[in-house]
């Protein structure tokens, strides 16, 4: 089974990506790494090839919030993702990304903004892993969670009921079970762990709410 609480690096320096990655090690098994491009989204982040011998102690999910995802994948697959969304919002030809996740063994995925309605991705669930849906506006840490998205999550499973789902943004103590209530397979979770003193005990708060 999945982890259902997966910590999540967004930042443009490496050093603090290495920094971030070093509190994990031995905490969790997955994490999910945000790739920004300046275009799709105004921030920039690290690039992928920075991530090193990270797969050899996490199971990497891989987040492209790019213009022209298809020019990332032989990064993601060089790197040892094991899961790569691409944004339904950053590409004409979703069908075209699809097909060139083909030929790598990760998992795919697609991410859905906040105002995209779930029926845009309805032709391409078919072949998808996983669908993942964010709960704020993307590019930064710390905005507000957006409620209306959980009604999205029981659109999702009801088309795909073996689809996995994940909500990424927002999510804290106060929301955190009503998004599992909703039928989310797992939360990618960012500020609520970094922005504490103890960010593993804060990891571990969140999943003892689950239990």
Not at 146 to 155: A, D, F, H, N, W
Not at 184 to 204: F, N, Q
Request: with cysteine; net charge negative; hydrophobic share 40%.
């Amino acid at each position: 089974m999945m982890q259902k609480v997966v910590p999540a690096i967004l930042t443009d320096n490496p050093s603090e990506l290495q920094r971030q990655l070093a509190v994990l090690k031995n905490q969790t098994k997955w994490v999910q790494i945000d790739i920004m491009d300046g275009k799709f989204v105004p921030s920039v982040s690290v690039n992928i090839s920075q991530l090193q011998e990270a797969y050899q102690f996490f199971n990497l999910e891989i987040h492209l919030m790019v213009k022209d995802p298809e020019n990332y994948l032989e990064d993601c697959s060089a790197a040892g993702a094991k899961r790569v969304f691409f944004h339904l919002e950053a590409t004409e030809n979703p069908e075209g990304v699809i097909s060139a996740m083909e030929k790598y063994s990760f998992q795919k995925g697609i991410a859905l903004n906040p105002e995209t309605d779930v029926k845009e991705a309805t032709p391409f669930l078919k072949n998808l892993d996983a669908v993942l849906l964010l709960s704020v506006v993307p590019g930064e840490q710390g905005h507000d969670f957006i409620p209306s998205v959980l009604e999205k999550i029981t659109k999702v499973k009801d088309m795909k009921p073996d689809v996995l789902c994940g909500v990424d943004g927002g999510i804290s103590e106060e929301n955190i079970q009503s998004v599992f209530q909703k039928g989310a397979d797992y939360v990618a979770v960012g500020s609520s762990i970094w922005k504490t003193e103890d960010p593993v005990a804060a990891l571990r708060e969140l999943e003892e709410m689950l239990s």
